[in-house]
């Protein structure tokens, strides 16, 4: 989206969905599971044909497909469910708990806080409201005691966070994770910049480079090549991209030449390739939450491919990572969040959100390497307790503290805030 956008010429009714979703974190807990998920499949293909006007039986369509990598199809059903609905809702537990509204986007499954996992042993009552740039206002939404800006940063969601901003001036309840400007600030370059020069925390220096040095840069003329990184290898990825798609290490001019002729798009991120594996050759990645200012720990990968991805990082093959991994967990607060305190107080200082979460690794001179801060990674309990047990107590600490964050803003938590009756 553009930032002409940001007049909204065309208004996006926030009309809600008759029936409950079933939700991510079920249909991601089944297919892990092993569970039959075609009959689940087979029952949303019943309730659409029963009404074709169900909008949730679409909009859960969309994630079973998007669960399955048929993204295209996935993205088509989530079009088709919020051209009829704007509002979703979701009770957890036995419900009548805290009310919550929160502002989501359409996109994948990492464009929004994974909040149907992180509110897992709740009673909640969830109601997502889907909003673009084009929103005109809010008066439709339910009342509710706390809201939530779940729209991750992307260029995508640039427009949609600064309509927002606009929308929520002068919200009548507490926001966990507003303003949204500062979910906007987190850019690759703009982290980069944040943390530029920092004692305790390495962002390799990012820069956003048009198509065209990179080619320059590719045939040679390094006129145009100051601001990139001053020799290979140099990390690459097209501006819009996430989960390593487009993502390479290039070490030479020629490789450089191939990659551009691969990737079609405009602009780019590159920066430095900083080497942080260990001793024995692998890499390690680690994913962390920060809630109101306190690390947990949600993963740790291993990997001997420098991208470490940890779906195919080979967690389940071997058995001595995952014993790492527990090690990694077990001891976090004890161990790698006492080792790095310096750093997370700084992380969580300078992106002054309630709620984010970082991807990095540990240096062999202490410092954290930064890869990555957002609000939207994915995080959850779908791994299997038994080849994984470890995970099931921190996951649910992580949890269990987002929940109290969000209690603590509420109007039993003597919040002098007025419950949401009416979003005017």
Known sequence: MTNAALSPARPVSLASARHPLVGMAELVRGFEAGRDMAAVWERLVARLDADPTDAAALLDMSTFLMVRKVRAKGEAAQAAALDLARIYHRTYGLGGGLRLAAFVTAGDLMANTPLDFLLTGSDFELDLIYVDADTADLADVPPHDVAIIAVGESPENQAVLARLAQLLAGWPVPILNGPPQRIAALTRDGVCALF???????????????????????????S????????????????????????????????????????????????????????????????????????????????????????????????????????????????YAARHADAFAALAEGIGLDYFAIDCAELPDGRLLLFEADIAMVLHDADDPVMFPYKVEPMRRLFAAFQAALEARGPDAGSAAPRGESAA
């Open 196 to 222: 530029k020069d920092h004692p305790h925390v390495l962002v390799p220096a990012t820069a956003r480079v048009p198509r065209a040095d990179l080619q320059a840069l590719a045939q040679g003329d390094f």
């Open 224 to 335: 145009r090549a100051a601001h990139l990184p001053a020799t290979f290898p140099l990390i690459v990825r097209p501006i819009a991209s996430h989960a390593g798609e487009g993502l390479e290490q290039v070490t030479s001019r020629d490789q450089l030449y191939l990659y551009l002729t691969q990737q079609p798009e405009g602009e780019f991120f590159v920066s430095p390739f900083v080497d942080y594996s260990g001793p024995d050759g692998l890499f390690r990645k680690q994913r962390i939450a920060f809630i109101d200012g306190v690390a947990y720990a949600a993963h740790g990968a291993t990997s001997a491919h420098w991208m470490v991805h940890y779906i195919n990082a080979g967690m389940r093959k071997f058995a001595e990572r995952r014993d790492e991994e527990a090690v990694f967990m077990g001891t976090f607060d004890a161990g």
